[in-house]
């Protein structure tokens, strides 16, 4: 046993090993990311209370399974991989998730979860030594970024935190890092971040907390030339969904917060004015379809109710009211697929069907001719 384990009761008898520590540049003919977040465990105390009751149990242990089959070249936990940010829970992240990818690099991202108990997020450091920028004194900065050059086409990879009430003067730090890495040689870029500037996942969904994402991620879109930013990974929210808010050319929106952890309501728009945003938040429609689906999949096993029909579908009661998919009925849950190559980017969507196995059922391509356009895979 290291000094290490028996002092944290953490193992770093195998070191994680990270998809990229700051500044390292990996050159491929492809690169492949596996994306999901909120796998951390059920909580019985705030769960119900925030209306997460979809189903839970085996989820993360199905998704991570399967990534595994699939051997992707990183897998990126976009944060809440854990009840809190405690030593103890660490230990059961190590023991019940990475334990079930050992051959996969991994990019943990920090969620507001992480920060409880930890807000130095020193017991993260001591799973992840190599993660984030060296910010000296004995601090821990949680953001960072790496390069894939796929065939001469340069990607830039950052990890952002939006938390900044949990980092406090770490955020102006986070920000004149940002005015430095935005430079550089690079084509494209897509970040990876916890807290959402876009969300349809809740009873009462819960969009940009405090500004807090926004002013993140407007910095960095601000911060480089026009349509470098491609698409922004978040886990906020307990569903999976795609928006398009500044349409097909715009930055895309995905969130990969149906990682396992109990399941939310996925409405399929919003009224931007009553978050505070001009656009209107809604599911890419080709997203939806293929949701819907998913509903007259399950529909056929076991008949749903009226009301989560027509909910799904617009219709009867629930017309003219924004569609939802319930989280204990029809719930997104699933992991991302990420795949660059040369100039091209692609996603692919791995649904968590009811029956434990997992099945790719949407994928989005981007072309400069049509920018981003959903296809039912």
């Known amino acids: 046993m290291s000094l290490l384990t028996f002092i944290f009761g953490i193992s ?12 390292q540049k990996h050159s491929v003919e492809r690169y492949e990311f596996a994306i999901l977040g909120n ?18 149990k085996g989820v993360t242990e199905s998704l991570l399974k399967d990534i595994a089959k699939e051997s992707p070249d990183c897998v990126v936990f976009v944060g809440d991989m854990v009840k809190n940010g405690s030593k103890k829970e660490w230990k059961k992240f190590e023991k019940n998730q990475l334990a079930l990818i050992p051959e996969v690099s991994v990019q ?8 409880i108990k930890d807000p130095k997020y020193l017991n993260t450091e001591i799973l992840f030594p190599d993660m984030g920028t060296d910010i000296g004194y004995n ?6 970024y790496f390069d894939v050059d796929t065939n001469g086409t340069s990607w830039r990879i950052l990890v952002l935190d ?20 935005t430079k550089g040689d690079f084509d494209s870029m897509f970040v990876f971040v916890h807290l959402p500037w876009y969300n349809l996942a809740g009873s009462t969904p819960k969009m940009n907390p405090n500004g807090h994402p926004e002013e993140l991620i407007s910095y960095v879109e601000g911060s480089v030339d026009m349509l470098k930013v491609r698409g922004v990974f978040f ?15 715009g930055t895309l929106h995905v969130g990969a917060g149906g990682g396992g ?39 056929g096993q076991s008949s749903l109710s009226p009301a989560t029909l027509d909910k799904a579908y617009n219709t009867g009661t629930y017309k003219d009211f924004p569609g ?18 040369g100039t091209k980017s692609s996603i692919v969507y791995h649904h968590h069907l009811t029956n434990g196995s997992v099945e790719p059922i949407y994928e989005l391509h981007y072309s400069d001719k049509r920018g981003w356009k959903g296809y039912k895979k």
């Open 261 to 299: 952890a109990p399941a939310e309501d996925l409405y399929q728009w919003q009224s931007g004015m009553e978050h505070g945003l001009v656009e209107k938040p809604e599911l890419e429609s080709t997203f939806v379809d293929v949701l819907r689906e998913q509903v007259d999949r399950l529909h």
């Open 235 to 249: 886990g906020g929210g307990h569903a999976n969904q795609v928006l398009l808010p500044n349409g097909p050319y």
């Open 108 to 115: 943990p991202v920090i969620g507001d979860n992480e920060a």
């Open 39 to 56: 796998t951390r465990p059920l909580d019985v105390k705030s769960d119900p209370v925030a209306g997460r009751i979809g189903p839970t």
């Open 139 to 144: 601090r821990v900065g949680s953001w960072s």
């Open 162 to 181: 939006a938390n900044k009430e949990a980092l406090t003067s770490r955020w102006n730090e986070q920000q004149l890092w940002l005015d430095e890495v």
């Open 12 to 23: 770093t008898a195998q070191a994680v090993t990270l998809c990229g520590v700051e500044g």
């Open 324 to 341: 939802l998919f319930e989280g204990t009925q029809v719930p997104t849950q699933g992991w991302w697929e990420l795949v660059l190559k």
